[in-house]
Protein backbone atom coordinates (compact mmCIF):
# COMPACT_ATOMS: atom_id res chain seq x y z
CA UNK A 1 0.00 0.00 0.00
CA UNK A 2 0.81 3.48 -0.54
CA UNK A 3 0.85 6.08 1.88
CA UNK A 4 0.71 9.78 0.86
CA UNK A 5 0.37 13.16 3.24
CA UNK A 6 -2.40 15.01 2.25
CA UNK A 7 -1.24 18.10 1.46
CA UNK A 8 -4.46 19.57 1.31
CA UNK A 9 -5.61 18.99 4.80
CA UNK A 10 -2.81 22.12 5.83
CA UNK A 11 -5.67 24.62 6.05
CA UNK A 12 -4.06 27.05 8.34
CA UNK A 13 -5.89 25.34 11.60
CA UNK A 14 -2.89 26.39 13.98
CA UNK A 15 -3.06 29.82 15.83
CA UNK A 16 0.17 29.77 17.33
CA UNK A 17 3.65 28.26 16.95
CA UNK A 18 3.07 25.53 19.76
CA UNK A 19 -0.18 24.55 18.31
CA UNK A 20 1.62 24.00 14.96
CA UNK A 21 3.97 22.03 16.13
CA UNK A 22 2.13 19.57 18.30
CA UNK A 23 0.24 19.20 14.92
CA UNK A 24 3.30 18.23 13.27
CA UNK A 25 4.42 15.71 15.69
CA UNK A 26 0.72 14.10 15.89
CA UNK A 27 1.52 13.49 12.07
CA UNK A 28 4.80 12.08 12.72
CA UNK A 29 3.36 9.85 14.83
CA UNK A 30 0.69 8.26 12.92
CA UNK A 31 3.42 8.40 9.96
CA UNK A 32 5.85 6.08 11.60
CA UNK A 33 3.01 3.82 12.61
CA UNK A 34 2.11 3.52 8.52
CA UNK A 35 5.36 1.43 8.53
CA UNK A 36 2.75 -1.69 9.25
CA UNK A 37 0.82 -1.01 6.39
CA UNK A 38 3.49 0.14 3.26
CA UNK A 39 6.28 -2.18 4.75
CA UNK A 40 10.05 -0.32 2.77
CA UNK A 41 7.69 1.81 1.05
CA UNK A 42 8.17 5.63 1.71
CA UNK A 43 5.62 8.05 2.50
CA UNK A 44 4.84 9.92 -0.72
CA UNK A 45 4.13 13.68 -0.87
CA UNK A 46 3.47 16.80 -3.29
CA UNK A 47 6.18 18.83 -4.39
CA UNK A 48 4.21 21.97 -3.62
CA UNK A 49 3.34 20.86 0.12
CA UNK A 50 6.17 23.36 1.28
CA UNK A 51 3.98 26.60 0.25
CA UNK A 52 0.65 25.12 2.29
CA UNK A 53 0.36 26.72 6.13
CA UNK A 54 -0.31 24.90 8.86
CA UNK A 55 0.31 28.04 10.90
CA UNK A 56 -2.09 31.00 10.01
CA UNK A 57 -0.52 33.07 6.93
CA UNK A 58 2.79 31.43 7.37
CA UNK A 59 3.84 28.81 5.15
CA UNK A 60 5.50 25.37 6.40
CA UNK A 61 8.46 26.82 3.79
CA UNK A 62 8.98 29.60 6.26
CA UNK A 63 7.97 27.85 9.34
CA UNK A 64 10.62 25.33 8.90
CA UNK A 65 13.41 28.24 8.21
CA UNK A 66 12.25 30.67 11.37
CA UNK A 67 12.40 27.19 13.72
CA UNK A 68 16.16 28.21 14.70
CA UNK A 69 14.65 31.76 16.18
CA UNK A 70 12.79 29.91 18.72
CA UNK A 71 14.54 28.82 22.38
CA UNK A 72 12.04 26.21 22.88
CA UNK A 73 13.48 23.29 22.65
CA UNK A 74 10.16 21.16 22.81
CA UNK A 75 8.85 23.04 19.65
CA UNK A 76 11.92 22.31 18.10
CA UNK A 77 11.81 18.26 18.63
CA UNK A 78 8.26 18.27 17.71
CA UNK A 79 9.16 19.99 13.86
CA UNK A 80 12.43 18.05 13.88
CA UNK A 81 10.30 14.67 14.26
CA UNK A 82 7.95 15.84 11.45
CA UNK A 83 10.48 16.14 9.04
CA UNK A 84 12.51 12.90 9.70
CA UNK A 85 9.58 11.22 9.62
CA UNK A 86 8.05 12.61 6.36
CA UNK A 87 10.29 14.01 3.84
CA UNK A 88 12.46 11.49 2.72
CA UNK A 89 9.66 10.09 0.02
CA UNK A 90 9.28 11.22 -3.73
CA UNK A 91 7.04 13.51 -5.10
CA UNK A 92 4.28 11.52 -6.45
CA UNK A 93 2.45 14.28 -8.50
CA UNK A 94 4.41 14.28 -11.71
CA UNK A 95 3.98 10.31 -11.57
CA UNK A 96 0.48 10.90 -11.33
CA UNK A 97 0.51 13.37 -14.50
CA UNK A 98 2.77 11.25 -16.25
CA UNK A 99 0.72 7.99 -16.04
CA UNK A 100 -2.67 9.69 -15.96
CA UNK A 101 -2.62 12.73 -18.29
CA UNK A 102 -6.15 13.27 -17.97
CA UNK A 103 -7.61 12.13 -14.90
CA UNK A 104 -10.00 13.87 -12.87
CA UNK A 105 -10.85 13.58 -9.33
CA UNK A 106 -13.42 15.13 -7.34
CA UNK A 107 -14.74 15.23 -3.64
CA UNK A 108 -18.04 13.88 -3.68
CA UNK A 109 -20.24 16.65 -1.14
CA UNK A 110 -18.91 19.44 -2.09
CA UNK A 111 -17.78 18.77 -5.99
CA UNK A 112 -13.89 20.26 -4.75
CA UNK A 113 -11.54 19.44 -7.52
CA UNK A 114 -8.79 17.72 -5.96
CA UNK A 115 -7.45 16.21 -9.71
CA UNK A 116 -4.33 17.50 -8.41
CA UNK A 117 -3.91 15.69 -5.23
CA UNK A 118 -3.13 12.55 -3.14
CA UNK A 119 -6.89 11.85 -2.53
CA UNK A 120 -6.00 11.21 -6.77
CA UNK A 121 -3.22 9.34 -6.52
CA UNK A 122 -5.11 7.16 -3.51
CA UNK A 123 -7.65 6.66 -6.28
CA UNK A 124 -5.42 5.84 -9.20
CA UNK A 125 -2.63 3.73 -7.62
CA UNK A 126 -2.28 0.21 -8.44
CA UNK A 127 -1.28 -1.41 -5.46
CA UNK A 128 -4.32 0.64 -3.09
CA UNK A 129 -3.35 3.88 -1.13
CA UNK A 130 -4.31 5.56 2.08
CA UNK A 131 -3.76 9.39 3.35
CA UNK A 132 -2.53 10.42 6.00
CA UNK A 133 -3.97 13.89 6.97
CA UNK A 134 -3.54 16.79 9.76
CA UNK A 135 -6.08 16.81 12.97
CA UNK A 136 -8.85 19.63 12.88
CA UNK A 137 -8.57 19.85 9.20
CA UNK A 138 -12.41 19.89 7.99
CA UNK A 139 -13.37 17.92 4.84
CA UNK A 140 -10.32 15.28 6.07
CA UNK A 141 -10.95 14.05 9.69
CA UNK A 142 -13.47 11.22 8.61
CA UNK A 143 -11.48 7.48 8.44
CA UNK A 144 -13.16 7.50 4.74
CA UNK A 145 -12.68 10.84 2.22
CA UNK A 146 -15.41 10.01 -1.14
CA UNK A 147 -14.09 10.68 -4.20
CA UNK A 148 -15.44 10.29 -7.83
CA UNK A 149 -12.51 9.76 -10.33
CA UNK A 150 -12.02 9.01 -14.01
CA UNK A 151 -8.42 7.36 -15.15
CA UNK A 152 -9.50 9.16 -18.86
CA UNK A 153 -11.97 11.50 -19.77
CA UNK A 154 -13.51 8.98 -22.34
CA UNK A 155 -14.50 6.54 -19.01
CA UNK A 156 -17.01 6.26 -16.54
CA UNK A 157 -16.86 8.17 -13.31
CA UNK A 158 -15.82 5.45 -10.30
CA UNK A 159 -16.06 6.37 -6.69
CA UNK A 160 -13.68 5.45 -4.21
CA UNK A 161 -13.65 5.88 -0.83
CA UNK A 162 -10.02 6.82 0.41
CA UNK A 163 -8.63 5.94 3.27
CA UNK A 164 -7.63 8.50 6.02
CA UNK A 165 -5.76 8.38 8.88
CA UNK A 166 -6.04 11.26 11.27
CA UNK A 167 -4.69 9.29 14.33
CA UNK A 168 -3.27 5.93 15.09
CA UNK A 169 -6.38 4.69 16.31
CA UNK A 170 -7.85 4.98 12.83
CA UNK A 171 -5.61 2.49 10.97
CA UNK A 172 -5.68 -0.19 13.50
CA UNK A 173 -8.09 -2.31 11.76
CA UNK A 174 -6.27 -2.04 8.41
CA UNK A 175 -2.95 -3.47 9.81
CA UNK A 176 -1.76 -6.82 8.44
CA UNK A 177 -0.98 -8.67 11.33
CA UNK A 178 1.87 -12.39 10.32
CA UNK A 179 0.97 -15.38 12.57
CA UNK A 180 3.03 -18.27 12.60
CA UNK A 181 0.41 -21.37 11.96
CA UNK A 182 2.56 -24.55 13.28
CA UNK A 183 1.37 -26.52 10.10
CA UNK A 184 3.59 -24.33 7.68
CA UNK A 185 6.59 -24.96 10.23
CA UNK A 186 9.75 -26.62 9.19
CA UNK A 187 9.37 -29.15 11.77
CA UNK A 188 5.84 -30.51 10.61
CA UNK A 189 5.45 -33.21 7.83
CA UNK A 190 2.02 -34.34 7.73
CA UNK A 191 -1.09 -33.32 9.40
CA UNK A 192 -4.11 -35.54 9.04
CA UNK A 193 -2.37 -36.93 6.43
CA UNK A 194 -1.41 -34.12 4.55
CA UNK A 195 1.95 -32.24 3.31
CA UNK A 196 2.11 -28.99 4.16
CA UNK A 197 4.54 -26.12 2.47
CA UNK A 198 6.69 -24.88 5.06
CA UNK A 199 6.93 -21.36 5.83
CA UNK A 200 10.93 -20.63 5.45
CA UNK A 201 11.06 -17.01 6.44
CA UNK A 202 12.04 -15.44 10.12
CA UNK A 203 8.37 -14.01 11.50
CA UNK A 204 9.97 -10.74 11.64
CA UNK A 205 10.71 -11.21 7.82
CA UNK A 206 7.28 -12.07 7.03
CA UNK A 207 5.92 -9.36 8.56
CA UNK A 208 8.03 -6.91 6.42
CA UNK A 209 6.82 -8.99 3.07
CA UNK A 210 3.05 -8.55 4.11
CA UNK A 211 3.29 -4.99 5.11
CA UNK A 212 4.35 -4.45 1.86
CA UNK A 213 2.52 -7.22 -0.31
CA UNK A 214 -0.58 -6.92 -3.01
CA UNK A 215 -3.83 -7.86 -2.06
CA UNK A 216 -5.70 -10.00 -4.41
CA UNK A 217 -8.51 -9.16 -1.65
CA UNK A 218 -9.11 -8.62 1.37
CA UNK A 219 -8.33 -12.06 2.66
CA UNK A 220 -5.12 -13.33 0.25
CA UNK A 221 -2.50 -10.99 0.03
CA UNK A 222 0.59 -12.07 -2.28
CA UNK A 223 4.29 -10.83 -1.81
CA UNK A 224 7.84 -11.51 -3.07
CA UNK A 225 11.26 -12.08 -1.10
CA UNK A 226 14.09 -11.76 -3.83
CA UNK A 227 12.41 -14.38 -6.96
CA UNK A 228 10.24 -16.63 -3.98
CA UNK A 229 6.76 -15.46 -4.20
CA UNK A 230 4.62 -15.79 -0.71
CA UNK A 231 1.22 -16.17 -0.27
CA UNK A 232 -0.59 -14.90 3.19
CA UNK A 233 -4.08 -16.07 4.06
CA UNK A 234 -6.25 -14.16 6.27
CA UNK A 235 -7.23 -16.93 9.64
CA UNK A 236 -8.81 -14.10 11.92
CA UNK A 237 -9.96 -10.55 11.30
CA UNK A 238 -6.08 -8.53 10.06
CA UNK A 239 -4.28 -11.76 11.26
CA UNK A 240 -2.37 -13.62 8.68
CA UNK A 241 -0.28 -17.02 7.75
CA UNK A 242 1.27 -17.37 5.09
CA UNK A 243 4.02 -19.98 2.96
CA UNK A 244 5.99 -19.82 -0.23
CA UNK A 245 4.21 -20.56 -3.50
CA UNK A 246 4.81 -20.84 -6.84
CA UNK A 247 4.73 -18.17 -9.43
CA UNK A 248 2.39 -20.00 -11.95
CA UNK A 249 0.14 -19.60 -9.15
CA UNK A 250 0.13 -15.92 -8.15
CA UNK A 251 -3.08 -14.57 -10.79
CA UNK A 252 -1.28 -12.20 -13.14
CA UNK A 253 -3.34 -8.74 -12.23
CA UNK A 254 -1.36 -9.21 -8.97
CA UNK A 255 2.33 -9.58 -10.98
CA UNK A 256 1.05 -6.85 -13.04
CA UNK A 257 0.20 -4.96 -9.80
CA UNK A 258 3.83 -6.12 -8.15
CA UNK A 259 5.49 -4.45 -11.21
CA UNK A 260 4.18 -1.85 -11.86
CA UNK A 261 4.63 -0.71 -7.78
CA UNK A 262 8.16 -1.97 -8.13
CA UNK A 263 9.01 -0.42 -11.10
CA UNK A 264 7.66 2.65 -9.97
CA UNK A 265 9.58 3.84 -6.84
CA UNK A 266 10.21 7.45 -7.53
CA UNK A 267 13.74 9.10 -6.72
CA UNK A 268 14.00 10.76 -3.33
CA UNK A 269 14.13 14.16 -2.94
CA UNK A 270 14.58 15.62 0.08
CA UNK A 271 12.92 19.40 1.21
Known amino acids: ?17 E ?17 KLRGDNTIQRHSHILGKEILENQSLAQLFGDMGKTDNPIIKQRIRSFLLECV ?4 FDAELNKNFPN ?12 SDSCLAASALSPSGGAVISVK ?10 PVRFRAEIEDDDKRKDVKNYCDIQSMENDIRVYEKNPKHEP ?6 GKDWSHMDLLSEIAQQILSSGVGYNI ?10 WYIFRRHH ?7 PTAENTVPKTVINKWNEVDGNEGQIELW
Do not use: W
Open 88 to 91: KGPF
Open 1 to 17: MRIYINEISFVGQAKTL
Open 237 to 243: KNCYHGY
Open 103 to 114: HTCVLIGNQKDV
Open 219 to 228: DVIYGKDNEQ
Open 187 to 192: KTRKIK
Open 19 to 35: EASGLLQSLAKVASETK
Open 136 to 145: NSGDYTQNNI
